[in-house]
């Protein structure tokens, strides 16, 4: 009895686990973000619709992030002038995430929405580990959603047909990707459009409620299910001192002079994670020495 209602139990890791279907041309992943899925969205007060456009881009980001035969880092951005001025959202290798979204206007309604993707670009870039050639597609935004997007990118750019099924709450996101695989001994696709049609007829709670295994076996009754081993997802932002006083570095030393003509100090957050750095006057004025950016002690005084 409760080895029924431990399999059951719904799953609040932060996991990604693929699996394939024995005789079908069928692979698939289910991934759950919770504590990753928090700490993202807490960082800023995104409205429902942002959390939910939020949900996509990480779901559908790590999924294609593992759908890259060789490790490497993914980065999903989109970038626009109609409300959404930034969305960004990275998959390490190790599977650390980071993301945010940046706005210019608040974004309430369906409208805001649409208007705000309307104008923008989104693009995937893959860098693989090799440190070889990086791998960067433009996407056309479909429906104003990243699902819509990045299912119409998987097969009309890469060949991939895919589909997503999400159930997003308000701290939890659960996602099923089903993707088809042509082989030899299955070339076409009624296969796989008979798994679709079953996965398409499930409840998204049910992605909540039971664990990978037991949401497969009530999906695929008949079939059997083969997992791969599961892998751990979680929220990391790699910012550090060094790369906000590169930041300061790049910004050049007539403009880290102007903000310190009336403070004290320069105070800098992190937008991925809200870490805060702080720099006074000798921190820059040492920075600048080292970094040979020179001239500074010309103008701090
Ligand atoms: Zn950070």
Redesign the pocket.
Known sequence: MSLVRSKKKSDKSDTIQSFTMDGYPVRGWVIRLNTTYRSIISQRPYPNLLRQLMAESLVTSVVVSEMCVEPGTLMMEYTGTEGIDLLSVRCTQENEI?ALIQTSKVIQSKTHLKSSLSEGLLTVTYHPRSKGESYINDIPIMDYSMLSSMTHFLENSERMPSQFKLAITPHSVVGLCLQYVPTFEYENSVDYEHVLCRAGAMKEEHLLQYNNATLLCKLFPEETICFDQTKKLCFK???SCQKMQDAMLDMGNANIAKILSDKEKIEIT?D??N?QYEFDRIDVQQLFKIGQRGGWSNIIH
């Open positions: 980071r932002c790699d910012c992190c991925y994670c870490k």
